[in-house]
């Protein structure tokens, strides 16, 4: 496994892979320009990518009483807690984009007490936090605080179920040492021309 | 949210599910005698119930280096790690049945240093534990230390994407108070009759 | 030291005790079928053993408010805290049998928090948890907390001692490697014939 | 309660004890000077009191590998992992007066690593504090660096076990904010006159 | 205190600040183009500014074995370990135009194990990170860890000096919740015109 | 770098020093009858020294709404907290001096809630604690505690900043191994003659 590598698992080529997943590659590529790594990089396994992509599709594009933006800065505070180098890159900057702000996915990584957000949305990382690290200590008085800010229960399952669905995503990055994309590190940072 | 259910979220009724779910869930229920809480729980979300299962099953079924039993062993030892009450007694369950073994399940979940398993199964145990809890820690050192006892890097990934898995799992479980069946206990404990 | 064995220390013949030591023994192998290892192991160094059951006695056989299944939920919970085998094992079955209930065992040990026991025992076990790993930060407020579910200082007290003695026995039985025997598995699973 | 008492719980005078408590009691007294708190405090209990100065004896003044000045070393590097004022401040008098030295109490307190000890005492308080805050994990290579140093197994159960009384200890005196007597603050600290 | 504010504490209008104060702020601001939030909010306390700033100079500006980007990834990599906002906004972008590079200072803030730099500067970081959060248990090995790279011990005196001057430059940061200047983020991130 | 040294660095001969820290050291020795081995281990990077003590004396020198006793509190316990035996001892030292009070020191070293101080002290310790472990934890709340308790917001100030400066200490304590001076360890525990 050589350094400099994207994984430490081999990586498919495009023509080698099935359909449906060369399809989804385009798509994205299409649409974004390039390839994110946790594509090429999953593919390795192309049943676990299905079920990986379906998972995170109907958590990340569903209807939802958060914002997409939020469901960014749920993944980026969750993944620094687990010092995911992936996933605080790559959803840094879908944050930074869908948030039209420079600044808070780095707020949100390094300590999202102090970034600028709003008292709801550092409630519900408080929240997602807990899930994240603790889990086992969720109680009922934790559903209470966020319905105090106006969050509904299916509101709740959607900070929750994002948090475990990226539990999983920031052990598999580590697992191969998924390397993010440079593109990744200036997205959304400066206005698109 | 009552006490004594099985869930902090609605449950809904077999007859209101989408077909493809019922039809899991009756599948289930034929091979096992009950339901277990997990289908029915999640059941509240069919997209993601589509995905979770469509995961679970791609890494807990397919061919492997890992029997059944040790897979459900890095479930088992996992989940305790995370203090999940659902996974720990459903997956002990299977585990006892598996691995033939009615001791081995709570050996596993309470310290498996101490556990009559081989030395290959407490190296594989303490990887695991480490993608569970330290994942960005996870070094070329550690792959290596597997490979001496004969796992190979197939087997290593299957190690560590169960462990992932189980990550999202255990967080769900918590954030829905999900409910072990009574069934679960005793399963695997008394010769089948 | 075999593995195998239930105790890194060798492991003295009934023949071979002093005789109030033997006494004890036979008197529990009348009562339960069998002599739990923690007899056996300890026996080893006959005064500390002496010690040991007596201390042992003083708490758990002494009229208190706190019922037989209470003191043993405090054992379960906070020896699972310490990932010590022996007592996870062979007081949960204590439990169970006290209990009358086969799942609170597992459920204690796993997580209190959804374990389905009354509010008072949770404030119980929280206590106890917190004299378990921080008994330096006990004060004046977590006695409050738990008068208020009716806990008299007395009872407190047995709380705190039982936790206290416990963290003792959890250190021996990871010192020595204590093997549960087999028995406790199964016991207080099953309608007794 | 009262702030300023040596205890959260009434403590008997000593014309009430029961004659062997009280002549424990008037012995120390008759040593020391003075009668340490624990004696006091702890007598709250007769039966548990009895059963702990058993154990305690057992260990600290049996024969044995280690010196008693080494055995208090133990017991003061295991009390201060767990922030027990009374039992850092009285063994750290003890030790003083065994060891003949009034630096050798404050160091292993704070940082056994840089006490001026030999590298053997060192490696007796690595394992004493393993046992202290990580029981569990203890396992063969942990009794093989000991034996390095030409501890036997005897010995080994001595530390542990030392470890075990006092993590006992330790919770009894967080429980019940047991203060120490003014006099050992300055013990072993002044050459006796 | 309001929200938006740079500091909890009053700031200082640079008219009202002693002469050397000021001067050395203009200084900064002639360089950089904007006054970094440290100085204008640790400026509430002059001498303690002063100290702070002779301090930081004489570790940072000194001759050393180490390159000036080495020792601004020490500072990013301790502070991200604290979680210290201000530290990792600013200290990045200095990182990133001293190493020219615009992705080193998000992958050393995230896991400095994935990051792209040489094994000599993860050994590096490795130390750092342990004065950061371990400093007692700093010993011989450690040093003999980094001899072994190449690393005189004026090298490793600079890599602890450094740590421990963040440790307080952090802690004051947390303390008084000091924001970055907006133009930290993108510093460094694309090729200056 | 031998054993039994005041450091793992060199230290200078007084002669070979600059003219003003010579002058520092012979007037520290004149007041204190010794010289503190942090002055002759830090001079060797004498102008890290210069800084050092010009910091340390902005603090603890300075007009404040805590008096000399309550900021050697502050050093002594979360200089405690990093396990730092030079400075536990030493301004363990200057607190029981300050305090008029032999006990003080070894109370807040151990566990500042048991020690016999005001809870206003106690809630600056707390404070003081968190600045030391978590100080990116550090909100509004805090403030607000302390401010309960008759503390302006410099005298929260002077809490948190003297935290962090021997956060710094700490470090470079462990860093070279400093040995606290045999004089310390008595001083301010018997009346001066």
């Known amino acids: 496994m050589s350094t400099g590598a994207i994984s430490r698992y081999p990586v498919p080529e495009l023509a080698d892979l099935p359909e ?10 299409e649409k974004a320009g390039f390839i994110p790594n946790v594509f090429l990089t999953l593919a390795h396994r192309p049943e676990e990518f299905r079920a990986f992509f379906a998972y995170h599709d109907a958590l990340m594009l569903r209807e939802s009483g958060l914002t997409k ?16 180098l992936y996933c605080v890159v790559a959803h840094g900057a879908i944050l930074r984009i869908y948030a039209k702000n420079p600044y808070v996915a780095d707020q949100v990584a390094v300590n999202h007490r102090e970034a600028q957000i709003s008292a709801r949305q550092k409630a519900m990382l408080d929240f997602a936090l807990k899930v994240a690290t603790r889990s086992a ?9 966020l319905r105090a800010h106006g969050f509904s229960d299916e509101d709740i399952w959607d900070i929750g179920a994002i948090t475990a669905f990226f539990a999983l995503s920031n052990r598999m990055a580590g697992l191969i040492a998924m390397r993010p994309n440079d593109e990744f590190y200036l997205l959304g940072r400066v206005p698109k021309k």
Request: glycine share 0%; with cysteine.
């Open 137 to 145: 200590e969720i109680v009922e008085a934790d559903f209470a605080a």
């Open 69 to 84: 933006a939020e469901r960014e800065m749920i993944v980026v505070a969750t993944s620094s807690a687990n010092d995911c």
């Open 20 to 29: 449906d997943i060369r399809a989804k590659m385009l798509e994205v590529q």
